[in-house]
């Protein structure tokens, strides 16, 4: 992320100075059709920097940004040339248009999987187009309309030239530091996390749903506004601005700029805008040139130009943040949770078959079972990742049974993955992302990260690459950022593979104290000689029944649970 | 006697339909990603067969081998260029890629064709046969037997040949069928080939009809996604439903009221059937990832 006050040789330093050079060749030297050309520019930036926030920050792939984009243009070209109404009225309804059908389309579709929101939003740029090309009383049909206002508000004509494309890039400005400044803070950061992560940032107790949602409108709502402005550009709307050849420029001018960054979308539009100006033989096949630009970019630079910019010029390192510990809370002694005849089915397969067991304050208890006796899918419905068919979940008295992910995580559930895998980043933004919906601002969250990674001994890894880390350190980090949660419930599935004897013995002494401050731990492991001195309950799972439950011992003598183990009677 | 024929004219353009979106959900299947060139790719097919039919002046039938071979060529390159480079990366960029190439080809077609509508020859002839006061065009009683063979040439080539074990074992889990030995990367190519080819053949078989321009493409790629989307993601005997389904929605509603209305309610229809029945009508098949 380029900083307000860079230094020259980072980064946004580049970038400033490109941006000063681009101000003087506008206010200078550029000749009406170039200060046409920078305009337009203008236009597909603010289109590109809503992109980027639903596309390049949440990862939702809307191929819609091309009809918001129309629709905005459509609603201050109809309003403008039809009734004559003034910019002041024409420019919030094309802003307001495309905001409600985000929400009306997005609302069902946003917490389905990747690819069926791509394809909604596919439909609703084909629909939108054929309804602008066959309800001629309205949109003009083929032909548009022509005659539109420039912008005049209060008096005040803008008129074509200097001004206009002052006005453009002052909007490009306004929504550019707008944007920049969401992405920066505990929005932008969750958005990410939905984007690389979406399990991880539910179970972190992110609202994935309505996070692509708003992340979604947005866009819209930049879309509008780029279209309305690109109508006073040109004067006339037609069905052009509602084709896929739009939708294209703004995803190539994302990807081509930099995924995700503000500065990228700006970059991006400057440059694939004065392409086809460069390339005058390239003529009318400067769309080819876009699809080569695209491919090309996807496959050699994924990050874009500004990706490149910034291994070249590497930032540097943030300053660490110092670790501070939360207020520890009082936590009522007894049943913390509570699990009634809980049931699953896949198919035919009764993964969890009537499953009762409770799990009490400052005890830990130990799940075991052979492989495919339903553990992980225990942990799956109590941590709200699969629904389950039967039975009840009751959580500190009330009933959670059935609840989402992310209401069960900030009701107090947390829990750890038997892969453990983290987002690409460093460490501490990883913990850091478990704290997002309860500190209210980033260095909070940060120090109490630090805190996390602390107790579990790896506030030492903090600046390293996550994704990057052996298995076994990957599974410290993961409980750090369970234990980020302040969670009243800690699931761990598996948290000892892998480790070495030492490094068992000391996982064991670190839950034992979690346990210690009041926390409600289960623990599925395989392993019973870390296991069975660490618990103070034993629960045996076999074809998705409770086999045996008990103290430890007891539990490891039950001939059934030898028997469900070896696969054999006791001789 | 009106919905007789209106069944029969469906059914034609479903067959179609079908090729157009076996070829998405095979290359889903195998890659994990959503190939987005399959709209363009029947395009491209519908050109290539209206371009090659002054060279060649015999019926349709006799070229639809050239285009397939053509459009398999095309399909390894595009496997190449799109896919082969993104494969260890999240299929988005695979989405991308695709939309990359889609976009070249597009606009590639209108640099050399030109933007105007083209008509592709007719498979045998351009008659109608009269059955029982049904007037059928020989057209679409071609269309239909081609799809239908087609089709059941994949479902032959799949289920009983070890090339087709080959290929299913690849798209069921690669990294197991890389280490049983089968040549992974040579099987995701041939899909795309085959998806390539059967998209060509569809765009030979519409192009007569309906003609074909360089954007037809997009309308294509959103009836293939629906279908694979309402027959379950990743089901190939849905995907061949879903198309019928469509193309008979389509004439139905198109016949009572107009195509951009069809259009409409089968979005509308798709948007109630995401938020009802997400799995799809038959279910979905590609198991999420937990």
Redesign the interface.
């Known amino acids: 992320m380029p900083r307000l006050l860079p230094h020259v040789s980072s980064p946004g330093g580049v970038l400033a100075v490109a941006g000063a050079a681009l101000l003087a060749y506008a206010a200078l030297y550029a000749s009406p059709y170039e200060l046409r050309v920078l305009t337009v520019a203008g236009v597909y930036a603010l289109a590109a920097i809503g992109f980027q926030i639903v596309f390049g920050l949440a ?1 939702a ?1 809307s191929l819609a940004q091309g009809a918001f984009f129309g629709i905005g243009a459509y609603v201050t070209g109809i309003l403008g040339s039809r009734y004559g109404l003034p910019f002041p009225v024409t420019f919030p309804l094309s802003l307001l248009l495309p905001f409600v059908l985000a929400v009306l ?1 997005g609302l ?2 946003l917490r ?5 929101f ?3 939003t ?3 740029a ?2 939108v187009l ?2 602008a ?2 309800l001629p009383d309205l949109t003009g049909g083929a032909n548009g309309l022509a005659g539109v206002p420039g912008i005049a508000a209060f008096g005040v004509e803008v008129p074509r030239g200097r001004p206009l494309a002052a006005a453009v890039w002052a909007a490009v400005a306004a929504g550019g530091l707008l944007a920049w400044w969401m992405a920066r803070g505990r929005w932008g950061r969750a958005l990410t996390l939905v984007r690389d992560d979406p ?1 991880a940032a539910a179970t972190l107790g992110l609202d994935v749903g309505r996070l692509r949602l708003a992340a979604f409108t947005v866009s819209a709502l930049y879309g509008g506004a780029a279209g309305a402005l690109a109508v006073h550009t040109q004067r006339v709307v037609s069905p052009e601005v509602l ?3 739009v939708m ?1 420029s703004v ?2 001018i994302a ?1 081509v700029g930099g995924r995700g960054r503000v500065a990228g979308a700006i970059l991006g539009a400057v440059l694939l805008l004065h392409l086809p100006e460069w390339f005058r033989f390239l003529e ?2 400067y ?2 040139v ?3 630009a ?2 090309l970019a ?2 050699v630079a ?1 990050y874009g130009l500004t990706g490149v910019l910034e291994r070249l010029l590497p930032p540097p390192a943030a300053v660490p943040v110092p670790p501070r510990a939360w207020a520890e809370r009082e936590r009522p002694a007894g049943t913390v949770l509570c699990v009634e005849g809980l049931s699953k089915a896949f198919g035919g397969v009764r993964a969890v078959d009537g499953v009762t067991l409770s799990l009490e304050a400052g005890r830990v208890t130990g799940l075991i079972g052979p492989n495919g006796s339903g553990k992980t899918t225990l942990i ?1 419905l109590v941590s709200g ?1 699969e629904r389950p068919d039967g039975g009840r979940v009751v959580l500190n008295g009330r009933e959670v049974t059935g609840w989402r992910a992310d209401r069960l995580a900030r009701a107090g559930i947390a829990r750890t993955f038997q892969t453990a895998s983290l987002p690409a980043g460093t460490v501490l933004d990883a913990v850091t992302a478990a704290r997002l919906d309860r500190d209210g601002s980033i260095a909070a969250a940060q120090a109490h990260a630090g805190h996390a990674l602390e107790r579990v001994g790896a506030l030492h890894l903090g600046p390293r690459d996550g994704a990057a880390l052996p298995a076994a350190l990957r599974r410290r980090v993961e409980l750090a950022r369970a234990l980020a949660r302040e969670p009243a419930v800690l699931l761990l599935d598996e948290p000892a593979a892998g480790l070495t004897d030492d490094e068992k013995a000391d996982l064991a002494a670190r839950i034992a104290a979690v346990a210690a401050g009041g926390v409600a731990v289960l623990v599925v492991e395989h392993d019973m000689d870390f296991l069975l001195p660490l618990v103070d309950r034993v629960v045996c799972l076999d074809g998705g029944r409770v086999l045996a439950q008990g103290a430890p011992a007891a539990v490891a003598a039950d001939p059934a649970v030898i028997a469900a183990y070896l696969g054999d009677a006791p001789s | 006697m009106l919905a007789l024929q209106l069944l029969l004219n469906g059914i034609a353009l479903g067959a179609a339909y079908a090729l157009v979106a076996l070829g998405f959900v095979l290359v889903l299947n195998a890659t994990g990603a959503v190939n987005f060139a399959q709209g363009d790719l029947v395009m491209a097919g519908g050109i290539l067969a209206a371009a090659l039919a002054p060279l060649l002046p015999v019926p349709g039938l006799l070229l639809l081998p050239l285009v397939l071979a053509l459009m398999a060529g095309l399909g390894l390159l595009l496997s190449l260029a799109a896919y082969l480079p993104l494969r260890h990366r999240p299929p988005v960029a695979v989405f991308i890629s695709t939309i990359a190439v889609g976009i070249m080809l597009q606009n590639g077609v209108t640099v050399l064709f030109g933007p105007e509508p083209r008509a592709a020859p007719p498979l045998l002839g351009g008659g109608t046969l009269d059955l029982a006061g049904l007037v059928v065009p020989e057209q679409s009683l071609a269309i239909v037997a081609v799809a239908a063979l087609l089709i059941g040439g994949q479902q032959w080539v799949f289920g009983r040949t070890q090339l087709g074990r080959r290929l299913r074992a690849t798209a069921q889990d690669p990294e197991m069928a890389r280490a049983c030995g089968v040549p992974v990367t040579a099987m995701v190519m041939a899909t795309f080939a085959l998806a390539a080819a059967y998209a060509g053949a569809a765009g030979l078989l519409l192009a007569n009809q309906f003609f074909v321009t360089p954007t037809a493409g997009g309308d294509l790629i959103l009836k293939a996604y629906i279908a694979v989307t309402i027959g379950g993601w990743g089901s190939v005997p849905g995907a061949v439903a879903g198309a019928l389904l469509i193309a008979l929605f389509e004439v139905g509603v198109s016949s009572v009221l107009s195509y951009p209305v069809a259009l409409g309610a089968l979005y509308v229809t798709l948007l109630a059937i995401l938020v009802f029945r997400p799995q799809g009508l038959f279910g979905e098949v590609a198991r999420r990832r937990a």
């Open positions: 990862g792939l389309v069902p579709v389905l999987e990747s690819h069926y791509a394809l909604a596919l439909g609703i084909q629909v054929l309804l090309v066959n399990l084709e896929f050849p294209v995803l190539t990807i009318q096949s769309l080819v876009y699809g080569a695209l491919l996807i496959v994924p799956n990742l």
